[in-house]
């Protein structure tokens, strides 16, 4: 589903690069953890993925069903079913939560040539799955993010992934700043997505999510490469000894 091949990528405009010859391939059906030190270009292989402009592809491709999405806008790569919940989710003032999760609907819907949602219809779905993450409707009135605490952007980043189900979904450490009932339920929600035909991409810093959203592949990334991928118990591992080890494995 996803194939990254020795990808080089650098901040736009400067020289300096951070993603340095990155391989990766997520399947169907797959859950993959990116786990790895702080600065190692996690989020910017998000970011990259999404199609932000912040970041410029010198080398390698990005493959998504066999296609490179490297030329496609980042709105394209939305219609194609990517989906990036950030680590830091973005503040949006004058836009309630409600018409901002229409609309981003309703476009996902007019790229696969289906007709827009019926407001009765859209209110409905919003519900239902704002009452699995425990969102409080009330919330869904306001700007989306804006005044939210950590945790509820967090959900807030799930219910826009629940509601667009998308095909590929990176989770930029959505654990983080989640209380123990809210990482359970977030968890939840990631794990009712797993589907044969879609692919999860979870970034975390943390074991303790994996206890929850159980990872077929687990791959550490450590200075804009992947310098050990294994199953679940690599997660185990790095919890037990650090990156230290690995890190000097792979010099
Ligand atoms: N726009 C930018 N300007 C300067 N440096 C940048 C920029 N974007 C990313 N970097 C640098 O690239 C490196 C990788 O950053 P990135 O945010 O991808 O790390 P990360 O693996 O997500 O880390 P963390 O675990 O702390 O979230 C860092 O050293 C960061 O400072
Ligand atoms: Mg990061």
């Not at 826009?160 to 123990?180: F, H, N, R, W, Y």
């Amino acid at each position: 589903m996803l194939e990254i091949r020795n990808l080089h990528a650098r901040i736009t405009g400067t020289e300096t690069e951070i993603i340095r010859g990155l391989n990766l391939t997520v399947k169907a059906g797959e859950v993959a953890a990116i786990m790895g030190p702080n600065g190692s270009g996690k989020s910017t292989l998000s970011y990259i993925l999404a199609g932000r402009s912040d970041y410029e592809v010198t080398d390698g491709d990005i493959l998504y069903n066999g296609e490179s999405i490297l030329e496609l806008e980042p709105s394209e790569r939305a219609a194609k079913g990517i989906f990036l919940a950030f680590q830091y989710p973005v503040e949006i003032p004058g836009v309630a939560t409600m018409q901002f999760l229409k609309v981003a609907m309703n476009e996902q819907r007019k790229a696969r040539g289906e007709d827009e949602l019926k407001t009765p219809e859209f209110i409905r779905l919003v519900k239902e799955a704002a009452g699995d993450l425990k969102i409080d409707p009330e919330m869904l009135k306001r700007p989306l993010n804006v005044g939210f605490s950590g945790g509820e952007k967090k959900r807030a980043e799930i219910l826009q992934m629940k509601l667009l189900a998308p095909k590929l979904c990176v989770l930029d450490e959505t654990d983080s700043g989640l209380d123990i009932d809210a990482l359970k339920i977030v968890s939840d929600g990631v794990n009712a997505l797993r589907s044969p035909d879609r692919a999860v991409i979870v970034i975390t810093h943390y074991q303790r999510l994996l206890e929850y959203i159980v990872p077929d592949s687990v791959h550490v990334l450590y200075k804009g490469q992947v310098i050990k991928s294994g199953d679940k118990d690599l997660a185990l591992e790095l919890e037990a000894d650090g990156y230290a080890q690995i890190i000097e494995a792979a010099a």
